[in-house]
């Protein structure tokens, strides 16, 4: 009887423990190969909601810096991080695809679980449904006229946080967005340990805080902030000079953004998060396992 109720004990504990690594890294496998096994019209859904999750968090991140200049420089990133981290927090507890998130599926495919083809159909899809998503929402804030609010420190924020990005040089971008999707991939590599709902919010937080505070690049949030001091500069001019804000970088429009960051930012993302995450847990927990299940 004392035998039997140690064990329960014991069972009951693990239970509540969140999973170590070699499992992590099977956890991780599994869910590259459900993701690339998912049907296209769902991954696309799921992948405009993912788009809109990050922007919304873009929303939270612009909210927090809105009227901080006599804030000092790091306190008001780190308010602006712990913000845009409402993003990753509904697309890893509410469900959704995210590009950045889904170069882990990486592991997957390095398993001889699924093909070079499934993987790259999944983030071809999931990247293309991420940039609707955001944009969607970028238009949707700017025709709520979110710009205007707080006397215009919306979207004077918005504006600086857009020219700010655009005036990144190609090698810079990509190194940046390495960095960056190396803390985001880590968010969700600790989510695979989770047991709750809580256990991922508390992974999730601080990783992406830094990356936000360091001023990483994103391609998906980029998705969201850029199009925003787009849309804000073409369509409301009497707003932007009023602002007295430099909007020289915006005004090369979107061939500039999709060019001159969006790509050299994604590059960078994939090397960081399939690379120097994916692979180097894949390597180390799964290697020998390749071809198994």
């Known amino acids: 009887m004392a035998d039997d109720a140690r064990t329960c004990e014991r069972e009951r504990t693990r239970s509540l423990d969140g999973l170590l690594p070699p499992e992590m890294a099977q956890r991780g496998e599994e869910i590259g190969v459900q993701k690339a096994s998912l049907d296209l019209l769902s991954t696309l859904a799921l992948a405009v909601l993912g788009g809109a999750f990050i922007a919304l968090g873009g929303v939270a ?8 200049a006599q804030v000092p420089w790091g306190p008001a990133r780190i308010l602006s991080g712990v913000a845009f981290s409402l993003g990753l927090v509904l697309v890893t507890v509410g469900g959704a695809e995210l590009f950045t998130g889904n170069n882990l599926i990486v592991m ?3 398993s001889q679980r699924i093909s070079l083809g499934a993987l790259a159909r999944n983030w071809a899809l999931v990247f293309a449904g991420n ?7 970028a238009a949707l804030v700017f025709l709520a006229e979110s710009h205007r609010f707080g006397g215009g420190a919306f979207g004077a924020a918005a504006l600086r946080i857009a020219e700010g990005k655009l005036h990144l040089g190609w090698g810079q971008a990509v190194v940046l ?3 960056c999707n190396a803390l985001v991939c880590l968010a969700v590599w ?3 340990s989770a047991r709750s709902t809580i256990d991922r919010i508390v992974a999730v ?4 805080t830094t990356f936000v505070a360091a001023g990483f690049e994103h391609s998906v949030a980029n998705m969201y902030f850029v199009p925003l001091g787009l849309f804000i500069t ?5 707003f932007v000079s009023g602002s ?7 005004a090369l429009g979107w061939a500039e953004f999709l060019w001159g960051n969006l790509l050299p930012v994604t590059v960078g993302n994939v090397v960081g998060g399939a690379l120097l995450v994916g692979a180097v847990y894949w390597f180390v927990y799964l290697r020998g396992r390749r071809g198994d299940g």
């Open 108 to 110: 997957a495919w390095a």
């Open 131 to 137: 940039f609707v998503g955001a944009v969607a929402t």
């Open 234 to 238: 073409g369509l409301d001019r009497d």
């Open 205 to 208: 937080v601080f990783p992406v």
């Open 177 to 179: 967005g390495v960095l």
């Open 244 to 250: 007295g804000i430099e909007t020289g970088a915006l």
């Open 61 to 68: 991140a612009t909210t927090a810096l809105a009227g901080t």
């Open 190 to 192: 600790l989510t695979y």
